[in-house]
């Protein structure tokens, strides 16, 4: 959200391709064509997106800090409630992990921090129950954390349609295999 030029047509691309990603997603998942139960991800970036990009603009604004305080923490409240009622993948823990990478991103230390506690949140949304998967959230630290802060060369229809397929194709093997 931090590299894009137009903020409007980022969300508005965001939100195609959370609606485009919703069949795969409930096939994937639930095997079903619609499945209201449970939103894809996309639905949780967008939202993150939404919330940073307010809590950006009373950051920069020249109100009364203790009333940007104020507004930022309504804005989290208001994304994490929406999160829940929408039942965005992650739900409200969702948005909160997002608000902390995001408060986090000027210092490596605290990206790492913000990492340890924003994957924890896969814990509190799936239960305490030991599953082997996980766990497996972690390993991406050491990735994220080589991340230089530049943007890439990148073809960014491949990355959106990346998620769509990939769920598509978890749906076909589970037919023909399970």
């Not at 823990?93 to 986090?104: E, K, M, P, S, W």
């Not at 949140?121 to 630290?141: D, K, Q, R, T, W």
């Not at 990355?159 to 023909?176: G, K, N, S, T, V």
């Amino acid at each position: 959200m931090i590299y894009t030029r137009n903020f409007k047509k980022y969300t508005l691309r965001m939100l195609i391709f959370a609606l485009i990603s919703e069949i795969p997603f409930d096939l994937a998942l639930h095997r079903s064509f619609y499945y209201p139960e449970s939103q894809n991800v996309i639905f949780t970036l967008l939202m993150g997106a939404v919330v940073i990009y307010a809590m950006d603009y009373f950051w920069k604004s020249n109100y009364n800090p203790i009333l940007k305080l104020i507004a930022m923490i309504a804005i989290v409240y208001v994304g994490y409630k929406l999160a829940f009622i929408l039942r965005a993948d992650y739900k409200g823990y969702g948005i909160i992990a997002i608000v902390f990478l995001y408060l986090a991103k000027d210092s490596k230390i605290s990206t790492c921090l913000a990492l340890l506690i924003a994957f924890y949140f896969e814990f509190i949304v799936y239960g305490y129950a030991i599953h082997i998967s996980y766990g497996f959230v972690y390993l991406s630290i050491p990735l994220i954390m080589l991340y230089n802060g530049q943007r890439g060369k990148q073809n960014k229809w491949l990355f959106y349609i990346f998620y769509p397929a990939h769920l598509l194709l978890i749906y076909i093997l589970e037919l023909l295999f399970l």
